[in-house]
């Protein structure tokens, strides 16, 4: 029986050498965050498929042509949070009856002053506001309020007696619906252990959905603004107003640049 060795040529070995390498870069983009451009990865794939036929690089080609054949299941599953934000989206822009006039202004301002009142006395508070993706999937609801926002309603429902000050305050619009909400813990091995429960629980759903957080924290009295599984610790007041504002309107803000923990 002839050697096995006696068969490979060296374009089978550099055809052999160049799979092994895309399916480690295969794992590493797996382990990323789901912000690839679909439509960059398809033409890369079909792109890479046609030159390795050209140049005779079978296994090379049989395998961006596996890659393509299980393109829709690999990119459901990668994208699936920015897949289901697409398709909330796309359901409120074309939702009928949502012409109300909101006083977003009269919101934002008591919704600052609360913030304000909770920082100075150092009471620990978690406030998401919904933009336009529905969280009921991933939030295990307290007590429903359905309330204007207020800084006294924020007040009671924060001080350390209340039976809901665990949980966040959930507000829709210009209304507080519910709070002692209990939100998912992000699963994050990068972040820091000097984040309590509350932080953790405002990155967790941020991970998973469009919504604007602010954490107050008991410890310091500093306020974060979470978004999109990033955290401004220590967030500017104006900045805070700005976000809030936008998140109220059910607009996207832009991306949060996270800051360290002071």
């Not at 070995?13 to 382990?31: H, M, N, P, S």
């Not at 519910?178 to 309590?196: E, H, R, T, V, Y």
């Amino acid at each position: 029986m002839a050697p096995v060795f006696d068969s490979v040529t060296l374009p089978g070995l550099i055809d052999k050498i160049l799979v092994a390498g895309l399916v480690y870069g295969c794992t590493l983009i797996l382990r990323k965050e789901a912000a690839l451009r679909i439509l960059a990865i398809l033409t890369v794939l079909i792109a890479a498929e046609f030159g390795s036929r050209q140049l005779g690089l079978t296994a090379t080609a049989s395998f961006f042509h596996l890659l393509l054949a299980s393109a829709p299941v690999i990119l459901a599953i990668i994208f699936q949070s920015d897949i289901k934000r697409a398709l909330f989206s796309f359901w409120k822009r074309h939702k009928s009856g949502e012409s109300e006039n909101l006083d977003v202004t009269t919101t934002v301002d008591e919704l600052s002053k609360g913030l304000h009142e909770l920082a100075e006395r150092r009471i620990g508070a978690l406030i998401v506001i919904i933009r336009q993706m529905s969280i009921d999937h991933l939030v295990q609801v307290g007590t429903e309020i359905d309330a204007k926002v207020t800084s006294e309603l924020l007040n009671s429902i924060f001080l350390p007696y209340s039976p809901i000050h665990d949980g966040a305050v959930i507000i829709q619009r210009e209304k507080i619906t519910s709070a002692g909400c209990i939100l998912p813990l992000s699963q994050n091995p990068d972040i820091a252990k000097s984040f309590g429960t509350r932080h953790r629980a405002a990155l967790g759903i941020s991970e998973q959905t469009d919504v604007l957080v602010l954490v107050v924290s008991e410890e310091t009295g500093k306020i974060s603004i979470v978004h999109e599984g990033k955290i401004t610790y220590d967030a500017d007041p104006a900045e805070i107003r700005r976000l809030s504002r936008k998140a109220i309107e059910g607009r996207r803000a832009p991306r949060v640049t996270a800051t360290p923990e002071h």
